[in-house]
């Protein structure tokens, strides 16, 4: 059986009735400190300071990338292997011909110029060692047409100490 709950007895008198001759206004809940705002931190100096960091590691990534591809080019491998050969260049650098490693690469040595065999040309400079002195290597070479072979230009060594060394070399 459910319980009923007696209803409640009709107002007697209604609420008076409000005209409202404005549009209401709400009241603060609290009131706002007096004191000025703290001043915004500057934060371009560190978003300059990122974006040069992130530019100059892209930077050298793409350098040490091209540099990686140029020691493994065909081109760095048949100089390598001609300069080992080369009885006149073992007299003046001594045995075990090698590219010389640099610091800052890891032990890989670092290759000037540039290898556009597509365009037709190469041009390249580093430093070779051996186990008594060291040099520099100069190689240029040139191709005149498409299809024709490529000319050898300049190849040579030049030790430290001066002495300088035309490597004789197949065409490419």
Same mark, same amino acid.
């Given at each position: 059986?459910?319980?009923?709950?007696?209803?409640?007895? &009709? &107002?007697?008198?209604?609420?008076?009735?409000?005209?409202?001759?404005?549009?209401?206004?709400?009241?603060?809940?609290?009131?706002?400190?007096?004191?000025? #705002?703290?001043? #915004? /931190?500057?934060?371009?100096? *560190?978003?300059?300071?990122?974006?040069?960091?992130?530019?100059?590691?892209?930077?050298?990534?793409?350098?040490?990338?091209?540099?990686?591809?140029?020691?493994?080019?065909?081109?760095?491998?048949?100089?390598?292997?001609?300069?080992?050969?080369?009885?006149?260049?073992?007299?003046?650098?001594?045995?075990?011909?090698?590219? /010389?490693?640099?610091?800052?690469?890891?032990?890989?040595?670092?290759?000037?110029?540039?290898?556009?065999?597509?365009?037709?040309?190469?041009?390249?400079?580093?430093?070779?060692?051996?186990?008594?002195?060291?040099?520099?290597?100069?190689?240029?070479? *040139?191709?005149?047409?498409?299809?024709?072979?490529?000319?050898?230009?300049?190849?040579?060594? *030049?030790?430290?100490?001066?002495?300088?060394?035309?490597? &004789?070399?197949?065409? #490419?």
């Amino acid at each position: 059986m459910e319980t009923q709950w007696p209803k409640r007895p &009709p &107002p007697k008198e209604l609420p008076p009735a409000v005209n409202f001759t404005e549009a209401s206004k709400p009241k603060q809940y609290y009131r706002r400190p007096e004191r000025d #705002l703290p001043p #915004l /931190e500057k934060r371009w100096p *560190i978003l300059l300071a990122f974006a040069t960091v992130g530019v100059s590691v892209w930077g050298l990534f793409l350098a040490w990338s091209e540099n990686q591809e140029k020691l493994s080019s065909s081109v760095m491998r048949q100089i390598m292997d001609t300069i080992r050969g080369s009885a006149e260049l073992r007299e003046v650098l001594g045995e075990a011909i090698r590219p /010389e490693p640099v610091w800052w690469l890891n032990g890989d040595p670092w290759i000037n110029g540039s290898i556009r065999l597509m365009q037709g040309n190469v041009d390249l400079s580093f430093r070779l060692k051996g186990h008594e002195r060291a040099g520099t290597l100069y190689f240029t070479s *040139i191709r005149k047409a498409k299809g024709e072979p490529f000319t050898i230009l300049r190849f040579k060594v *030049i030790a430290d100490d001066g002495t300088t060394v035309d490597v &004789p070399g197949a065409n #490419l």
